[in-house]
């Protein structure tokens, strides 16, 4: 009984056992916490760079297709933009006329309706980026993950001389004075639009 008093009080006077046994049992879920989190961090850098890289291939869709007309053309285009924007390619696209939708690697681009009016004309680019997992591998998920994104930019009808063409475009839904210039602010844009897609009641501010 003495002797397991004094074992006791050992212990108890040297925790550096206690604490280097209670760092051994926290370590690995700690570090693969903060794995996960770093994964999940560079899953949200994809989803950005997937993002801009379909807003600007969308748009250059838009604006070859409002000068030409030509459906296979604004999505050659835009699946051009999409690769110079870090979308893997293929060696040759696949048009489709029927649905006038262009395959090119990991992009899709496709020419259909309007989407605030049916009668214009849209381009839709959807792109996929693929990341490589490392840490989630431990928990069953694949090697790889699927970033996509996607974007649609509408022709907006008219000319440079009718005023029609949009030069500033303002995508916030609600925001208020999504577009504003003020403090005696000068815009010069002869020939050009301003459209704000907000709701709010003064979405434009001038």
């Known amino acids: 009984m003495v002797f397991q008093v004094k074992l006791t009080k050992f212990f108890l006077k040297d925790r550096r056992a206690a604490v280097a046994l209670w760092v051994a049992v926290a370590s ?3 570090l693969m916490t903060t794995g996960l989190g770093i994964e999940a961090g ?3 850098v994809a989803k950005v760079r997937a993002s801009i890289a379909a807003d600007a291939a969308a748009v250059a869709g838009a604006r070859s297709y409002a000068a030409t007309s030509n459906a296979q053309t604004a ?3 835009a699946a051009n933009v999409a690769e110079l924007n870090g979308i893997t390619g293929a060696a040759s696209s696949n048009w489709v006329s029927s ?3 262009l395959t090119d690697g990991n992009t899709v681009a ?3 309706p309007g989407v605030t009016n049916s009668s214009r004309t849209a381009i839709t680019v959807t792109v996929k980026r693929i990341v490589p997992n490392s840490f989630s591998t431990l928990f069953g998920s694949s090697a790889t993950q699927t970033i996509t994104a996607t974007s649609i930019a509408e022709v907006s009808p008219g000319t440079s001389s009718s005023g029609t063409g949009a030069c500033i475009l303002a995508l916030n839904t609600s925001a208020s004075n999504a577009i504003k210039a003020d403090n ?3 815009l010069t844009a002869p020939g050009c639009s301003i459209f704000a897609n907000s709701n709010a009641s003064v979405a434009v501010y001038l």
Do not use: D
């Open 28 to 30: 690995p879920p700690l």
């Open 99 to 101: 649905s006038k939708t």
């Open 75 to 77: 999505t050659t285009i």
């Open 184 to 186: 005696m602010g000068v």
């Open 42 to 44: 560079s899953w949200a």
């Open 110 to 112: 496709t020419v259909g």
